[in-house]
Nanobody, 113 residues
Framework: QVQLVESGGGLVQPGGSLRLTCDAS????????LDWHRQAPGKQRELVAA???????GYTDSVKGRLTISRDNAKNMIYLQMNNLKPEDTAVYYC???????WGQGTQVTVSS
């Protein structure tokens, strides 16, 4: 059974940083594309960052230069480094194993002074 467990969310002031972690179990992530999505209150879930099997990354325009997705196949972990956070980044962030459409339970990120 594949499980994705996110952690690292919390409350941070504008301009601050967080590092989200997604711990995968039940399968090796090395054969899959992975991504992070987020859902803010009252809004649709949106893709924010993706990483291919070969490590190529892509980002939605609103987070370019501030968020960085990475993967550690040996540890079966996916990361999202979030810098210079803004109030509009407030959302629940979800890890997603794209090829099999597996989702984690999400971790809340709140950016507020």
């Amino acid at each position: 059974q594949v499980q994705l467990v996110e952690s690292g969310g919390g409350l941070v002031q504008p301009g601050g940083s967080l590092r989200l972690t997604c711990d995968a179990s039940g399968t090796s992530i090395r054969s899959y594309s992975l991504d992070w999505h987020r859902q803010a209150p009252g809004k649709q879930r949106e893709l924010v960052a993706a990483i291919s099997i070969g490590g190529k990354t892509g980002y939605t325009d609103s987070v370019k230069g501030r968020l960085t997705i990475s993967r550690d196949n040996a540890k079966n972990m996916i990361y999202l480094q979030m810098n210079n956070l803004k109030p509009e980044d407030t959302a629940v962030y979800y890890c997603h194993l794209a090829d099999k459409n597996y989702w984690g339970q999400g971790t809340q990120v709140t950016v507020s002074s």
